[in-house]
């Protein structure tokens, strides 16, 4: 016989998962967001609603991992080498938004409220924490590179960071066990967390990735004992566990790829099972009655609530007046930093146990993490939304072509590279497969040499389920593999083709060779033909040549597009030479296109200066050549000695040559 609060593990879970699948189903109907959804289910079934399930142990453990989780895709999808260049700002939002709403709230708790000096304090430091609840809505809207997403985040860790250390001292000075120990062994652990932070956990992960390759299940198991590893740690060095699963996701960022189906799981399943958990969690804590107690109850709920968004809104606008944001980036760090969640019911739960605060002041920030993780809600989803529709490009420059990429196997042994070039650089919106084809001379033996290529080709299907991407296998009859694949290419209206590099031919037929000569002449999609010496996923720089007068090309857009996945695909530092003048005009479009591309400038005013011999490379980098078609008015001297100098000098490169799509007439 069923029981009320459920008891049964089964039970238990049934209910949540059918939470998780109804709720957001039917909130999105009445177009309210799926995060919101979730907590009002949280509080509709928790013990202060309907009172089917009561905040047990088995709801802690997943609410905590979810949190974790949180805390850890936005280490892991966050941009590296912008947070790099942000990390001033990210300080600077971080004592924004740590002292403003301290400021704000300390006074207001002390005169207005009329609590004591103590408990004043905690509660102004627990208006300067905040949860990144909202920062799903962020990364499904695929904005976790934006520039004001990194500052935030960077500032939470900061002010999170800082609160929770300063309450571990008031905590102490309320049971008196401050002293020299607690200094040291904090210090200590602190040295000792870092350190396997930044030195343990990338080697021991580059050698399990290495020696466990293709075992992505043991990726996930590892990655997840890697999260929880760094929080138990965190909690030693005497910091929140949510800190360490943040470090976890830093350390692993360069490891997994945003391209690579491990990255896919590690996405799917926090957002699906783990985060949904911890959000109905959030709501089950949440006690409505609190609100009938009487005026005062309600009062204080309020004024705590509006003391908590002003100090974040301010922070917010400040920021933005800073660093000259717009007015969707303010909205978006108001929205990511304004949820009260994990660390203020902690702080709060914890103040009230060693009596530093009372009912009245815990019931009010229960009230409080209700409306804040709202308005937070609310404030993400509009500004997020606002942002990708900014992302409007004018007609002459966007396609609304379904993309579509060809790889032709004229080599199958290294078509696995070509096929991991593709996956990066694959629109993540488009579910079309990637085309494979082979081209066999129409003989008397086509038949047999269809069947014989169909057997060298199983591995590539192979390859492309272990990276779980979807391709096509196509074979076509033709007189000659130029005109086979150029057929293919039309035939499935492929924008995108991607070459292998033949290596060294004779020169007098050219350095790409008499077919590609004919493709590049005749095909008017992009054309990249790639060499990658070093694995693509090891690739740490990318090197982008950017020609004089390049940026007159129709399709310069959708060259800056191609680089800006492989710079997030990969997480590498960018780099494009150039002119002054091209430079800014590629800075230009990547604003006003809103193209998530970050990158440093080398300015090279003469071609000589842009020489491939003039250039030092690294093994783990890859330079990009943005070259014109010998059929367009931007062909030069400088493009027609483009074959010379790559048979001279790139021995020893890995490199993509770019040719970008033609306007048709």
């Known amino acids: 016989m069923l029981e009320i609060p459920f008891k049964d593990p089964v039970e238990i879970f049934a209910i949540v998962v ?96 009329d609590f004591d000096i103590k408990a004043s304090f905690l509660t102004s430091i627990m208006f300067a924490t905040h949860t990144l ?6 990364s499904k809207k695929r904005l976790a590179s934006n520039e004001a997403v990194a500052v935030t985040v960077g500032g939470t ?3 999170d960071t800082a609160v929770l250390v300063l309450f571990s001292f008031i905590a102490g000075s309320q049971i008196n066990t401050i002293d020299l120990f607690f200094f040291l062994r904090t210090l200590g652990g602190m040295v000792l967390f870092l350190s396997v932070v930044f030195f343990v956990v990338p080697r021991l992960t580059r050698w399990f990735f290495k020696s466990y390759m293709g075992d992505q299940s043991a990726h996930y198991l590892f990655v997840l004992f890697i999260v929880f590893l760094l929080a138990i740690l965190a909690q030693i060095a005497g910091v ?51 609100l009938f107690n009487g005026l005062w109850a309600l009062q204080v709920a309020l004024i705590l609530s509006v003391v908590a ?85 004018p007609d002459f420059l966007k396609t609304n072509k379904p993309e579509r990429i060809l790889v032709p196997a004229v080599n199958p042994q290294n078509i696995d590279k070509l096929i991991d070039l593709a996956v990066i650089i694959k629109e993540k919106s488009s579910e079309l497969p990637i085309d494979v084809v082979t081209v066999v001379k129409d003989t008397e033996e086509a038949e047999k040499k269809i069947s014989e290529n169909r057997i060298k080709l199983q591995p590539v299907i192979e390859y492309a389920e272990k990276l779980e991407t979807k391709i096509a296998i196509r074979t076509t009859i033709d007189l000659n593999a130029a005109s086979g694949i150029l057929r293919s290419a039309r035939e499935i209206t492929a924008n995108k083709l991607i070459l292998g590099w033949k290596g060294k031919t004779k020169f007098a037929q050219n350095i790409f060779g008499d077919m590609y000569e004919w493709l590049i002449e005749r095909y008017n999609g992009m054309i990249l033909i790639a060499r990658f010496l070093t694995p693509i996923k090891e690739i740490k720089e990318l090197k982008v040549i950017v020609p004089s007068h390049f940026t007159n090309n129709h399709g310069f857009n959708e060259c800056l597009e191609i680089i800006e996945n492989l710079n997030t695909g990969l997480k590498a530092k960018t780099t494009l030479f150039g002119r002054n003048k091209e430079l800014t005009i590629a800075s230009e479009v990547v604003e006003k296109l809103n193209i998530e591309l970050s990158f440093e400038k080398n300015i090279c005013e003469k071609h000589e200066m842009l020489s491939l011999e003039t250039l030092e490379m690294k093994p783990t980098d890859l330079i990009i050549f943005l070259a014109s078609r010998n059929t367009t008015s931007l062909y030069n001297n400088y493009m027609a000695q483009l074959p010379a100098r790559f048979d001279r000098v790139t021995n020893d490169w890995s490199f993509i040559i770019v040719y970008p799509p033609q306007k048709l007439s």
């Open 18 to 113: 059918f939470t998780m699948l109804v709720a957001p189903l039917i909130l999105k109907k009445l177009r309210i967001p799926g995060i919101i959804g979730l907590i009002l289910s949280g509080i509709l079934i928790g013990p202060h609603g309907l009172g089917l399930l009561e905040k047990n142990i088995a709801i802690d453990l997943f609410g905590t991992i979810g949190l974790l989780y949180i805390m850890f895709l936005a280490g892991l999808e966050l941009d590296l080498n912008k947070f790099q260049k942000t990390k001033n700002k990210s300080f600077i939002f971080g004592i924004l938004t740590f002292a403003l709403p301290i400021l704000i709230g300390l006074p207001v708790c002390f005169y207005v409220l």
């Open 133 to 138: 609840i909202a920062y799903p809505i962020v």
């Open 157 to 159: 860790i900061f002010t």
């Open 240 to 290: 929140e566990p949510i800190i360490g699963a943040f470090a976890a996701g830093l350390a692993l960022n360069r490891f997994i790829p945003h391209s690579s189906s491990l990255f896919g799981k590690v996405s799917f399943i926090g957002n699906t099972l783990f985060i949904p958990f911890f959000l109905i969690s959030v709501g089950m804590i949440v006690d409505l009655s609190v």
């Open 309 to 393: 968004l002003t100090g974040k809104w301010l922070a917010a606008f400040a920021t933005q007046k800073l660093f000259r944001y717009t007015v969707n980036q303010r909205n978006l760090i108001f929205g990511l930093s304004s949820s009260h969640a994990a660390a203020t019911l902690a702080i709060i739960i914890v103040g009230y146990q060693i009596k530093l605060i009372d009912e009245q002041i815990l019931n009010g920030t229960i009230i409080l993490i209700l409306i804040t993780c709202f308005i937070a809600t609310i404030v993400t989803e509009r500004a997020t939304q606002a942002m990708v529709n900014s992302k409007s490009t």
